[in-house]
């Protein structure tokens, strides 16, 4: 589905991801984790084309790296980005209008609105309020339930349990379990190893623009090294 | 015979004086209405393009300058053809708008695009710069003079008390309401202006969304063109003249206008206008009896710069602005 080679980011002189080489077959679930600063986001967002890069990304067997950023989502492909990004002038409809903005298949539009709506009840009821005024974990469900509405084959999310309390983390997870229920690929970049781990088929341990480590994540939530590391043990 | 108590020509006199001060009143505000629908069709130009890229287009006022005088060229030629006046007026109205549309969106591609990226003061300077161009431009292709606007439009005058207001006047303020209708549903209703405001907001995310946001801009100054030109039409069909530098002022004042509603807020800018239209329509019409005949009606403009000012001094974000974050 997804094949990342030799992916380079540099900002400024420093090199923040250094030859990364990732695969993600179709309908598997990958955990990128690591501390902070490891490169897990510039990988994400380089693959997303929202950073300058070098190295290869083909998705589905096609090139991406030289298609303008905004005909990735035609391709199948939905980023939740890191701090959610939600449009906070725009109602939360409108949010997830937006997210079908590709599409033209009116009737279907709805449907799936009402999907999302059933998925995520708390937005229904919230539907008509501009998303700006929700809470972290309302606007974090918000940006997943936008990226479903593409119809995304490969969800890529970015750090969902950022900012978010506690409680709040085990919903939007829940939500995030109950989506790739459905067969979606999915690439979850998230600093909370063991709920990363714990969702995901394979982990990726990123450790100063490099990745480590990659193992069934099973195995990596046994393996000492990483429960030392990334699990607080 | 008696004559007239002193006191009783006195009152006669302040009767009517109130009544003159009314009448006077109501004129400068029927004026101020007309000019202020025009200012805030101009201002939408500056509020939509700063809402999507954080860009002071100065050259705005000059984009209405060329519709002004390229309605009037076609005008110009059409009028030997015997056809009725407001059909050759609509005729040269429909051919300014995509000559502006088409001047608004090369300035951004060859102007401001490649700029997209660059420190802020960049475009900017950039924007007065193609603003002396085109003028400059102008200057050469219609030469120095004034274009005399032909009388064309019905200009018959509606009583309303002591003050009148005429047929173009009326076109004037009820053309701008129905295209500022339209646009607020084309931003508020539609996909694409959902895309503007998803665009204006973030262009990141929007792009991930599958919104091509260069082309949402191109898009947003060519909407902005396109009223530009009406409101160059307005302008010289309103004073009966054109001429090439007339974009200068103008295009302060809308762009006063726009900062006074508070600048990237579309509503800012349609009541931005038409306060400040009022406003100068009202100084214009006192300021020589405030002053008691040392200042003339000339010195009006003063007081869109007082007006912007204040504004500036006191509440930058303007009447409907939110709080304006500077942008990297």
């Known amino acids: 589905m997804l094949e990342v080679r030799g992916l380079e980011v540099h900002y400024g002189g420093i090199c923040a991801v250094r030859g990364v080489d990732l695969d993600v077959a179709a309908g598997e679930k990958v955990a990128l984790i690591g501390a902070n600063g490891a490169g897990k986001t510039s990988t994400l967002k380089a693959i997303a084309r929202m950073l300058p890069a070098r190295g290869s990304v083909k998705l589905e067997g096609e090139a991406i790296e030289h298609a303008p950023p905004h005909t990735l989502v035609r391709k199948g492909f939905a980023l939740v980005p890191e701090g959610r990004g939600v449009f906070a002038r725009l109602s939360v409809l409108e949010n997830l209008e937006m997210g079908a903005y590709v599409r033209d298949d009116k009737a279907a539009i709805e449907a799936d609105i009402e999907r999302v709506f059933g998925l995520l009840p708390r937005l229904k009821e919230r539907a008509g309020q501009t998303a700006g005024t929700l809470s972290g974990g309302e606007q974090q469900m918000v940006a997943i339930g936008r990226a479903l509405m593409s119809r995304p084959r490969l969800l890529l999310l970015d750090e969902p349990s950022m900012g978010l309390s506690p409680i709040m983390v085990d919903t939007v997870f829940d939500v995030i379990r109950q989506v790739v229920q459905d067969g979606v690929t999915l690439l979850l970049v998230e600093q909370n190893a063991r709920l990363a781990l714990s969702l995901c088929d394979r982990g990726c341990v990123m450790d100063g623009g490099e990745i480590t480590l990659t193992a069934p994540a099973t195995e990596l939530l046994d393996n000492p090294a990483v429960r030392a590391a990334y699990l607080g043990e | 015979m008696r004559l007239p108590s002193p006191g009783a020509a006195r009152r006669h006199c302040t009767a009517q004086d109130t009544r003159r001060f009314v009448d006077i009143l109501i004129q400068q505000i ?278 912007l000012i204040l504004v500036l001094v006191f509440r930058p974000s303007g009447l409907m602005g939110e709080k304006v974050a500077e942008r990297a």
């Open chain 2, 30 to 307: 029927i004026n101020g209405l007309v000019l202020g629908s025009i200012y805030a069709l101009v201002a939408l130009g500056y509020t939509m393009v700063y809402g999507i890229l954080g860009l002071i287009n100065f050259a705005h006022g000059e984009v209405v300058m060329i519709g002004a005088l390229s309605a009037l060229t076609a005008i110009g030629l059409l009028v030997p053809s015997g056809l009725p006046g407001p059909v050759v007026v609509l005729a040269g109205l429909l051919i300014a708008i995509p000559v502006c549309m088409a001047v608004g969106f090369t300035i951004e591609r060859i102007a401001y695009r490649p700029l997209r990226n660059a420190p802020r003061l960049a475009p900017l300077i950039t924007a007065i710069g193609v603003s002396i161009v085109l003028q400059q431009l102008a200057m050469m292709g219609w030469g120095r003079n004034y274009h005399t606007f032909p009388a064309l439009l019905p200009v018959t005058a509606h009583k309303i008390g002591g003050a009148a207001i005429t047929d173009l006047q009326i076109i004037i303020v009820l053309t701008a309401a129905l295209l500022m209708a339209a646009l607020v549903w084309l931003v508020t209703r539609t996909r694409l202006g959902r895309a503007m405001r998803a665009s204006a907001e973030n262009p990141a995310v929007a792009r991930l969304m599958g919104v091509d946001v260069d082309r949402v801009i191109s898009f947003t100054f060519v909407l902005g063109s396109g009223l530009a030109a009406v409101a160059g039409v307005m302008v010289a069909a309103n004073y009966s003249i054109a001429h090439y530098a007339m974009g200068f002022m103008l295009g302060l004042k809308a762009f006063t206008a726009a900062v006074l509603g508070g600048i990237g807020n579309l509503g800012g800018a349609m009541l931005g206008g038409l306060l400040l239209g009022i406003i100068e329509s009202l100084a214009a019409g006192y300021i020589g009896d405030l002053t008691g005949g040392f200042l003339g009606s000339h010195y009006k403009d003063v007081f869109a710069f007082f007006v």
